[in-house]
T-cell receptor, first 112, second 111 residues
Framework: NAGVTQTPKFQVLKTGQSMTLQCAQDMNHEYMSWYRQDPGMGLRLIHY???????DQGEVPNGYNVSRSTTEDFPLRLLSAAPSQTSVYFCASSYRQNTEAFFGQGTRLTVV | TQLLEQSPQFLSIQEGENLTVYCNSS?????LQWYRQEPGEGPVLLVTVVTGGEVKKLKRLTFQFGDARKDSSLHITAAQPGDTGLYLCAGVVDYGQNFVFGPGTRLSVLP
């Protein structure tokens, strides 16, 4: 059982470039979310989805887009990368919104 | 200002020692979770507490939810190097909202 799979694991971008972080889960979970983790800041919610076709903004959504066309996939798009987006990004899924979150292994993104 | 505060921020102890880490807020939570995150990995859920005053035990780990549901503690007895990691608490004020994470306590247990 793969759980939550994130790709890539590492990425370096130049300022202004765009890219998509992939996230897939095989647990048939309704709820999926994206977080960024910065030193001393904990995990901050970027965007979330309570089901296919439904997405909403979290605490720090600026500069990011998401879509949820299937239950399994929840990609995160960086529209025009900025150095402030250098961070570790985690995707998570849950059966429902406030149940146990299962996290992927993370993507370490550096924007230069 | 963070909704959840965790203390201490860093803790380095010897194997066999006991320790307690804290998670505090001015808000009342309907549910609170503790996660452990190891280097290069995502957080993994340890426990969920929902009732004020609730105590849960997971082997050498004891979790307590404050009576007023504004704070929680994690006590580790006889710490082992395998307990090393970042301990995160996460709380939700109302069901239908999202969990908010604290900044974490980074624990290092030296052999």
């Amino acid at each position: 059982n793969a759980g939550v799979t994130q790709t890539p694991k590492f990425q370096v971008l130049k300022t202004g470039q765009s890219m998509t972080l992939q996230c897939a889960q095989d647990m048939n979970h309704e709820y999926m979310s994206w977080y960024r983790q910065d030193p001393g800041m904990g995990l901050r919610l970027i965007h979330y989805s309570v089901g296919a076709g439904i997405t909403d903004q979290g605490e720090v959504p600026n500069g990011y887009n998401v879509s949820r066309s299937t239950t399994e996939d929840f990609p995160l798009r960086l529209l025009s990368a900025a150095p402030s987006q250098t961070s570790v990004y985690f995707c998570a899924s849950s059966y429902r919104q406030n149940t146990e979150a299962f996290f992927g292994q993370g993507t370490r993104l550096t924007v230069v | 200002t963070q909704l959840l505060e965790q203390s201490p921020q860093f803790l380095s102890i010897q194997e066999g020692e006991n320790l307690t880490v804290y998670c505090n807020s001015s808000s009342v939570f309907s549910s609170l979770q503790w996660y452990r995150q190891e280097p290069g990995e995502g957080p993994v859920l340890l426990v969920t507490v929902v009732t004020g005053g609730e105590v849960k035990k997971l082997k050498r780990l004891t979790f307590q939810f404050g009576d007023a549901r504004k704070d929680s503690s994690l006590h580790i007895t006889a710490a082992q190097p395998g307990d090393t990691g970042l301990y995160l608490c996460a709380g939700v004020v109302d069901y239908g909202q999202n969990f908010v994470f604290g900044p974490g306590t980074r624990l290092s247990v030296l052999p």
